[in-house]
């Protein structure tokens, strides 16, 4: 009789301990960057811009301090950017050069469990906008 | 300022290996590595321009609301950077229309969530902010898809399908 109660004790137990444990929350970090450009339908400006989304499962940890950086890679290999507290940022410049144009992103935010935490999005390539008149002008081959 | 300059300078890490390198970084301090990962790195769990069907529609859409939307009184640079964004979608003028009132209205809310994010204090009010951010998604897309006619949704689906989700990169694991 003592055994079997010491069983069922010994069961009930480990059945709590495993319900507690299922019931611990792990933080899931789930953090996306969108980067993308375009130029302007006259061709005269090319504009890039980033955006990022937190969707982490934060338990008990905290995010904040969010940064997003929109960056241009233009047709002579300089780069411009610009950065925004916040999900958003964009970025423009003179088309003053024929080449390609790169548009690419990155965000950054500060984990209060594990610190600051950074990620990029992909590097675009800009494609020339559809205005037959801009084709014209830097694309004279497409015409 | 501290946190925020240290932000900086990892971002312009990031940027740098992706100029650099010409690929995707994430840079991840003081956290244990995820297996598969390079060191100090959060994982790519999902590249959308090898697996775009991967991406939620919801994020995506997300995204998109959030980098094409300007102020209902946009500055010049807002104007023209919309204007250079909607051009690709070649949508109607009516539709065009209906999407930057959406869009408009839209901004005002989320940057009414920002706000309120910068003071949240606690990871739940945070996690409440971030429901309310996917709320307003969902009632937004539900009311373009309302507003736009057939051809111009099926133009902006056709967008976020082919065109946005290749552009997205999601990043996370169990930490």
């Not at chain 1, 990022?52 to 950017?81: I, M, N, R």
């Amino acid at each position: 009789m003592r055994t079997s109660s010491l069983f069922a004790l010994l069961t009930i137990a480990t059945l709590f301990s495993a319900t507690r444990l299922s019931a611990q929350c792990t933080p899931q970090m789930n953090i996306s960057v969108y980067s993308d450009g375009d130029p302007s339908p006259d061709g005269l400006t090319v504009y890039g811009y980033s955006s990022t989304e937190d969707s982490s499962t934060l338990c008990s940890c905290y995010h904040s301090d969010y940064q997003t950086t929109a960056v241009l890679q233009l047709a002579d290999g300089s780069y411009v950017d610009n950065t925004e507290p916040g999900e958003t940022s964009s970025v423009s410049a003179p088309t003053d050069g024929d080449g390609t144009y790169y548009a690419l992103g990155a965000a950054g935010l500060n984990c209060s469990c594990y610190g600051n935490l950074g990620a990029g999005g992909p590097s675009i390539s800009i494609p020339p906008p559809s205005s037959g008149d801009y084709r014209h002008r830097r694309y004279p081959e497409l015409v | 300022m501290r946190t925020q300059t240290i932000i900086n300078v990892q971002i312009r890490f990031c940027v740098a290996v992706i100029l650099s390198v010409g690929s995707l970084c994430a840079q991840h301090v003081h956290v244990m590595s995820a297996p598969g990962a390079a060191p100090g790195g959060l994982p790519v769990v999902v590249d959308g321009s090898k697996n775009p069907e991967k991406i939620p529609d919801t994020l995506a859409y997300q995204h998109f609301f959030a980098a094409f939307a300007a102020h209902p009184t946009p500055t010049a640079q807002e104007q023209g950077r919309q204007n250079a964004q909607l051009g690709p979608l070649q949508l109607a003028a009516a539709d065009r229309a209906t999407l930057v009132r959406t869009l408009a209205a839209f901004r005002v809310q989320l940057d009414q969530i920002a706000s309120a994010v910068l003071v949240a204090g606690t990871p739940v009010a945070l996690a409440g902010l971030q429901t309310q951010k996917s709320t307003l998604v969902v009632t937004t897309l539900a009311s373009l898809r309302q507003a736009l006619t057939s051809d111009g949704a099926s133009r902006l689906d056709q967008y976020v399908q082919t065109r946005v989700k290749a552009h997205i990169v999601i990043y996370g694991g169990a930490m």
